[in-house]
């Protein structure tokens, strides 16, 4: 079973690499060190004859913030090389693979790997489970390898390394015009840092890849206090949530709270929009509208108000914990709580390629929040 360790830069520390609040650099380090196990096979249909069958499955630990095309050379090395003979592998062509879930979901190249598994649980009929509802009847993420036929319509990319490299910049560059209604932050890297957010997406280094990312991704608002003249950046960089969150605060922020917090151009309440995609169950169309992080009132923009806009019949309050909601949400393989604010997910828990993903699921006599598991 391979698995895959997060990386770190030589004499770099979680709490100095980077003029990020502790508390916001430390869910970034818990999103990107999350993994799903996978147990993937080959389909035995379509095994030559001659072909080790005694050699089941492999298993990887994968980053939930990987892509399945960057598993396909150890699953290539330590699976299909294994298991076919000599002429099969003479034969093997890659760009020919692709995969599928059980029942026989597809599993796109360009998704990332933990979106992928939150997006097949939430699918899963509530009846599919046999006889338990908990999150172990679909770990590991069993996945069939499929070596012929690629339905290339739904794909949409090869499974090259290289076409999954652009598909990630391309995503980086939409989430960057949502935020800041431009993509200068991203076009404005110079050569060697855009190769270095793939290279650290592809080596699972989380120091290599938020070196270059915390220059285009939004931290949380700094404090309203003026800085001390002479501290270190670092400490200046002190986690703040606006006067809204704030115990004893009515709510509402004021005009002068506002202004600073427009003026701060880097914090996570003072983007243009938050990049969002709300995925339904079941092969239901890909929600994606413009979320400000504060709404018309000043008050900061919440999940549970975003799904009942977007879903009201599912979500018929904001309240996610609400008897009446007929669904429930997943983020980063989470279940958030409804007075989640989306600037705060937009900074500490969107994917690599920038995106806050969440997963919509149905409730069920046998499905409740517990299915999915972290």
């Keep these: 079973m391979a698995t895959y360790s997060p990386k770190h830069a030589p004499g770099s520390s979680p709490q100095t690499a980077y003029t990020t609040p502790a508390s916001t650099a430390l869910f970034r380090r818990l999103v990107w060190e999350g993994t799903v196990p996978i147990e993937i ?20 630990q994968a ?20 298991v076919l003979d000599d002429s099969g592998v003479r034969f093997l062509k890659e760009e020919d693979w692709w995969f599928e879930a059980e029942g026989g979901v597809l599993m796109k190249w360009h998704w990332p790997v933990g979106l992928l598994y939150d997006h097949y649980t939430t ?6 489970s046999s006889s338990s509802s908990s999150t172990t009847h679909w770990l ?37 015009f949502l935020r800041w209604g431009s993509t200068k932050r991203v076009t404005g890297l110079r ?35 003026p800085p001390v003249s002479g501290a270190p950046p670092s400490s200046q960089s002190v986690l703040y949530r606006p006067a809204s969150t704030e115990p004893g605060h009515t709510g509402t922020i004021s005009a002068g709270t506002a202004q600073q917090t427009n003026n701060a151009v880097d914090g996570a309440y003072s983007v243009r929009n938050v990049p969002v995609k709300i995925y339904l169950p079941d092969g239901g169309p890909v929600i994606q509208e413009p979320i400000s992080a504060l709404d018309e009132t000043g008050r ?11 879903l009201p019949l599912l979500f018929p309050s904001a309240s996610l914990e609400s008897p009446s909601s007929l669904a429930y949400a997943i983020v980063q ?21 920038g995106w806050v993903n969440v997963c919509v699921g149905l409730r069920g006599a046998t499905t409740g929040l517990g299915l999915i598991g972290l």
């Excluded at 249909?45 to 069958?53: F, T």
């Excluded at 980053?63 to 294994?82: M, N």
């Excluded at 393989?333 to 390629?353: F, H, K, N, R, V």
């Design 41 to 60: 096979r080959i389909d035995g249909k379509e095994l030559p004859a001659g072909s080790d069958r005694a050699l089941e499955s492999y298993y990887v």
């Design 63 to 82: 980053p939930r913030v990987g892509y399945l095309p960057l598993l396909i050379p150890d699953i290539k090395r330590h699976l299909a090389e294994l």
């Design 123 to 128: 699918s899963v009929s509530p009846g599919a």
């Design 140 to 176: 590991p993420f069993r996945l069939t390898l499929h070596l012929a036929a690629p339905p290339t319509d739904k794909l949409l990319l090869s499974p090259s390394i290289e076409a999954c490299k652009q598909a990630f910049m391309g995503q980086l560059k939409e989430a960057d």
């Design 191 to 225: 050569k060697p840092e855009h190769d270095g957010l793939w290279d650290g997406v592809r080596d699972h280094n989380f120091d290599d890849y938020w070196r270059v990312a915390s220059k285009i991704t939004p931290t949380t608002t700094p404090s309203s206090v």
């Design 300 to 310: 900061p923009t919440t999940l549970g108000a975003i799904l009942h806009k977007f």
């Design 333 to 353: 393989g989470i279940l958030p709580p409804s007075d989640t604010e989306m600037a705060w997910l937009g900074a500490c828990m969107a994917g690599a390629d």
